[in-house]
């Protein structure tokens, strides 16, 4: 494996170092593959191909011992407790411990290749972060919920092994914790259990809650880069071996991506801190049902469309409403619309099919709901007058929570340099417009439907892609069914 020449002295010999470790843990790298800088597009290190390369041809493999894991750390046999943790807090005691060994420790070689600056949410400062107003992802930072964890559940364990904290302040360690948790989201994998080990169920069933997934750095493969469209990697799993393998023909110098999964751009920045247009394909706005009871009870929206209608209830009428919506599994916290609202193309007009189950019910005359309160099944997604009023409102109200128009954040964008040519803030300023921005002009061409379409419409049936109906008649939501796509991907061990 040949290194390309565009780097620093210092980059070039932590690489070469690391490729050597690497090497002596028992890892197989194919010559055909390179590792190299690109920092200039704001990627840092990446694989290529140093030659065309076949579909099917293993790029490396990494020996399950060289994995970074609470598995082969010492650590383990040290603090007995950590077995006993999450695994992803497990991971980052074990990380902060292995780090602190420095060239004495394992890993020190894979250490030095790690970043240590990071664009994820969690290192923006209060003013980056405004740049995001409106988006529900500010939501998922969870800065507070990881210090609280950090302080309360994490410090007392590593306060039990002095190599842990090796006499640094708690402050210090609260710094490191972060740091290797950052690690971990950006570059870590979920690891396959050993079923055999684990506690079966009354039934002789093993949980396959992904929050108990073993996690673990594996190196070389955090160094792929991810893209939606042009992944072209894979990560999979023997007993032994973790093994990279080509999913498609690779010419000469093209990258070697793997691939995250269906995430939106406020995800991606928010775990991994960058944003690709590869990935718009996949933002979505969440709306709270929050939204949903300001459009429907009396008093709590102003200015709607349906202000002087009968669409409007008592707040104990939409109270019972939600309680048969959450009978017929249609009620959520929350509702993803995705890129494809307004698109007739797509059934149901590309909104999500349970949502739109869901606002037919909760606009339904008083009359058709005392009929539904007895019925067998939901009713089926279908547009109404009423329920298209009712979804402008909200989708309205949605809207409103963004300081900035589409128009106002496009001109923005002109003005905000490309990465290489800007500082930090601005490099975050850019990522933050280029996510509001997305969320905004799916609310506006969901609305340009909806005002396009304001009278009754049919029931949209034929293909349910956008949402396939359970035994009850209800649709799964998009919402759900994403989640199970990314955790049947993360079988295969792919990266997060």
């Known amino acids: 494996m040949e290194i390309y020449p565009d780097w620093s002295a210092r980059d070039e010999r932590q690489t070469n170092d690391f490729l050597e470790w690497l090497h002596n843990q028992g890892a197989s790298i194919s010559q055909n593959i390179a590792v190299t800088d690109l920092t200039a597009l704001g990627r ?19 020996p399950q011992s060289a994995v970074l894991s609470i598995a082969n750390s010492e650590l383990r046999s040290k603090v007995p407790e950590i077995d006993q943790l999450d695994p992803w807090l497990g991971l980052v005691l074990v990380m902060i411990y292995e780090h602190n060994l420095g060239q004495l420790g394992r890993w020190f070689p894979y250490f030095c290749v790690l970043p240590r600056h990071f664009n994820t949410l969690i290192h923006w400062s209060a003013d980056e972060l405004k740049e995001l107003q409106g988006s529900a992802v500010l939501s998922k930072i969870g800065k507070a919920d990881a210090d609280k964890i950090f302080a309360e559940v994490l410090l007392p364990v590593a306060k039990k092994c002095e190599h ?9 360690f609260m710094a490191s914790a972060h740091r290797m948790a950052t690690l971990i989201m950006a570059y870590g994998f979920d690891l396959e259990r050993d079923e055999s080990a684990q506690d079966a169920d009354d039934e002789g069933f093993v949980s396959d809650d992904e929050d108990e997934q073993p996690k673990g750095m594996v190196p070389l493969a955090d160094m792929l880069n991810a ?6 990697a894979r990560l999979y799993h023997s007993a032994t071996l973790l ?13 070697i991506f793997n691939d995250y999964g269906p995430l939106p751009r406020s995800d991606l920045v928010r775990r991994y801190g960058y944003v690709s247009d590869e990935y718009k394909q996949w933002d979505v706005v969440e709306v709270d049902s929050q939204k949903f009871k300001e459009a429907f009870v009396r008093g709590k929206l102003q200015n709607t469309t349906a202000r002087d209608s009968e669409l409007l209830l008592t707040e104990k009428e939409f109270n019972d409403r939600v309680k048969l919506a959450e009978h017929w599994d249609l009620w959520e916290e929350s509702f993803d619309i995705s890129r494809e609202a307004g ?25 058709e709901f005392q009929q539904l ?22 989708l309205t109200a949605r809207r409103d929570d963004y300081y900035t128009t589409c128009a106002q954040d ?28 997305g969320e905004k002009q799916i609310i506006e061409a969901g609305l340009l439907y909806l005002y396009e379409n304001h009278t009754a419409l049919p029931a949209m049936q034929g293909s349910t892609s956008n949402g396939e109906t359970n035994g009850n008649g209800t649709h799964h939501s998009a919402k759900r069914r994403r989640s199970d796509s990314v955790s049947e991907s993360r079988k295969l061990v792919e990266r997060r």
């Open 373 to 394: 309160k007895h019925a067998t099944k939901p009713p089926k997604p279908a547009f109404s007058t009423a329920s298209i009023q009712m979804l402008i409102d909200i």
């Open 44 to 62: 840092g290190r990446g694989v290529v191909a140093r030659v065309d390369i076949e579909e099917n041809e293993e790029l490396f493999s990494v």
């Open 410 to 437: 496009e001109a923005l964008l002109q003005g905000v340099a490309t990465h290489g040519q800007s500082t930090v803030t601005e490099q975050r300023k850019r990522m933050a417009l280029e996510v509001r921005l």
């Open 243 to 255: 093994t990279m393998i080509a999913t498609k023909q690779i010419k000469k110098g093209e990258e």
């Open 227 to 232: 893209d939606g469209d042009k992944n072209n």
């Open 343 to 367: 698109d007739v193309a797509h059934p149901y007009a590309g909104f999500d099919p349970a949502l739109v189950q869901l606002i037919y019910m909760l606009a339904a005359p008083n009359e």
């Open 164 to 172: 842990v904290l090796a006499g640094r302040s708690d402050e210090w």
